[in-house]
């Protein structure tokens, strides 16, 4: 079974610029998660999609960060524009729906840094 | 929200000695997620805990859900350089559905 795909794993930018990262989730996992993980730190919960509708969104900077789920499968998470503070690991999970507490399966990660 | 804080922050070991670290609570948990992340990797689950006093083993790990749902604790017996990394503990808020809050973390180094 294939795993979280994400991409880019690395991304180097200056602040100001914009910059998106894509999660492909494991096949047939309705729910995904896009996590902010700074050096040092648990991941941070920025937003969940259940299929394409979001469930929290709620840690989310909505002033800068953007995320969709058009199609209910991958989703597409962008900084707009990008902050110094913004430097950090984007984890991207998924989960199955259809019980509580699921376990959550994690992708590679994209490692952001802003200059 | 109900925050997690896990201690110790930082441990080192000599292999084959035992480690343990801990999660807790000022609020009852509705259960108690463990993962573990390896050094420039991504947390991979480990176990669930649900029920007050659970304790749950996986070859040498052993995980406990205390009496009163506000502590957990994971014990690894005589480590392994494999064991290395960052360890969390997370939680599924009461009424947050199926988001997660992520512990502070235990970062476990193993030296031979």
């Known amino acids: 079974e294939a795993g979280v795909a994400q991409s880019p794993r690395y991304k180097i930018i200056e602040k100001r610029q914009s910059v998106a990262f894509w999660c492909n989730p494991i096949s047939g996992h309705a729910t995904l998660y896009w996590y902010q993980q700074i050096l040092g730190q648990g991941p941070k919960l920025l937003i969940q999609f259940q299929n394409n509708g979001v469930v929290d969104d709620s840690q989310l900077p909505k002033d800068r960060f953007s995320a969709e789920r058009l199609k209910g499968v991958d989703s597409t998470l962008k900084i707009q524009p990008a902050k110094l503070e913004d430097s950090a690991v984007y984890l991207c999970?998924?989960?199955?729906?259809?019980?509580?507490?699921?376990?959550?399966?994690f992708g590679p990660g994209t490692r952001l840094t802003v200059l | 929200g109900q925050q997690v804080m896990q201690i110790p922050q930082y441990q080192h070991v000599q292999e084959g000695e035992d480690f343990t670290t801990y999660c807790n609570s000022s609020?009852?948990?509705?259960?108690i997620q463990w993962y573990k992340q390896r050094p420039g990797g991504h947390p991979v689950f480990l176990i669930q805990?649900?029920?007050?006093?659970e304790v749950k083993k996986q070859k040498r790990l052993t995980f406990q859900f205390g009496e009163a749902k506000k502590n957990s604790s994971l014990h690894i017996t005589a480590t392994q350089t494999t064991d290395v990394g960052t360890y969390f503990c997370?939680?599924?808020?009461?009424?947050?559905?199926?988001?997660?809050?992520f512990g502070t973390g235990t970062q476990l180094k193993v030296e031979l």
């Open positions: 609020t009852t948990l509705s259960n």
């Open positions: 805990l649900v029920k007050s006093g």
């Open positions: 999970a998924s989960s199955p729906s259809g019980r509580p507490y699921n376990e959550q399966f």
């Open positions: 997370a939680h599924n808020p009461t009424g947050g559905g199926n988001k997660l809050t």
